[in-house]
């Protein structure tokens, strides 16, 4: 049997190793499940995205608030149609 060291923060360890006594679970079982599922499904078992940063939230938060309003913000069908509406 191998023995994996790996450094984790204080409070991630606490936290997790919290989750997996909840669930009956020693840090050591809850590993090798993670590592047993990875090789099951050939890559990560679960899936891995970014979560977006607070400029892309508010850019989200901003384009709901034109699709609710679309009154308020006009729209340009050619290039032209824009570069009139900046001179101004």
Do not use: C, W
Request: aromatic share 6%; net charge negative.
């Amino acid at each position: 049997m191998a023995t994996i060291n790996v450094r984790v923060d204080d409070d991630v360890k606490k936290e997790a190793g919290a989750i997996f006594a909840d669930l009956g679970l020693d840090m050591s079982t809850a590993i090798n499940m993670f590592l047993h599922q990875a090789i099951m499904q050939e890559g990560l078992p679960f899936e891995a995205k970014r979560v977006p940063n607070a400029e892309t939230l508010a850019a989200l938060e901003e384009l709901k608030e034109m699709n609710a309003h679309p009154e308020k913000y006009p729209g340009y069908k050619t290039i032209e149609e824009l570069r009139r509406a900046l001179e101004v």
